[in-house]
């Protein structure tokens, strides 16, 4: 019954592999995120997609590639991996896309590695 | 623009001690403010929000918070430390991005609770 779900956990791959991470909610929410996790522990937003429509697109390199089949997934697609991709990406839903008086509920994070 | 400052990077209590975690947000709307907790190695938890209730905000495992607008700050605490509070916490204010809101994430404050 995980309300956010991520696949998979970890992920260790060659630079210039291409690798997809998943994330599935049940909980009925509207509204996906990802966020990308740095060595230092600093959360930033990367996308956030509101019923398959992507809402927010913060500065991030082209080789990622978010992916909303419908309002339950959002898969994020990464090319040509770098050794600087290497961290903690988070998927999160939120009911509606307004974030007031409600909250976003976090998968478990896939740690990725990249050699 | 709205952000996040986490006064203290790290924070060392003794178990039984009162926990104080300093958090001040700058907004140019109302604010809704949460603090999430990530255990080593896990997802994010969500401890309490503010929404423009009460001021004086109560949530889980005996954490509160109090929104106090006048010093822009929202100051996690805890009577008593217990062993398994140890983790990183994360203040954050929920945001506008374009047509959205987004999380916007403080740097994090490392709780280390001393036997």
């Known amino acids: 019954d995980t309300a956010v779900s991520q696949t998979p956990k970890y992920l260790v791959t060659q630079m210039g592999n291409d690798k997809s991470i998943k994330c599935e909610q049940n909980l009925g929410h509207d509204t996906m995120y990802w966020y990308k996790q740095d060595s230092k522990k600093f959360l930033k937003i990367m996308f956030s997609?509101?019923?398959?429509?992507?809402?927010i697109n913060e500065t991030v390199p082209n080789r990622f590639s978010p992916k909303s089949p419908d309002k339950a997934h959002l898969n994020l697609h990464i090319n040509s991996l770098e050794l600087g991709d290497s961290a903690v990406y988070f998927c999160a839903s939120s009911p509606g896309r307004s974030l007031v008086n409600t909250e976003a509920f976090f998968g478990q994070g896939t740690r990725l590695t990249v050699v | 623009a709205q952000s996040v400052t986490q006064l203290d990077s790290h924070v060392s209590v003794s178990e039984g001690t009162p926990v104080l975690l300093r958090c001040n947000y700058s907004?140019?709307?109302?604010?809704?403010l949460f603090w999430y907790v990530q255990h080593p190695n896990k997802g994010l938890q969500l401890l309490l929000k503010?929404?423009?209730?009460?001021?004086l905000v109560k949530g889980i495992n005996g954490f509160e918070a109090e929104f106090k607008k006048s010093e822009t700050s929202f100051h996690l605490t805890k009577p008593s430390a217990h062993m398994s509070d140890a983790a990183e916490y994360f203040c954050?204010?929920?945001?506008?991005?374009?047509?959205?809101?987004?999380?916007?994430f403080g740097s994090g404050t490392q709780l280390t609770v001393l036997p």
């Open positions: 503010y929404t423009s209730a009460a001021t």
């Open positions: 954050v204010v929920s945001a506008r991005s374009g047509s959205a809101r987004q999380l916007t």
């Open positions: 997609y509101n019923n398959k429509e992507l809402i």
């Open positions: 907004s140019s709307y109302s604010p809704s």
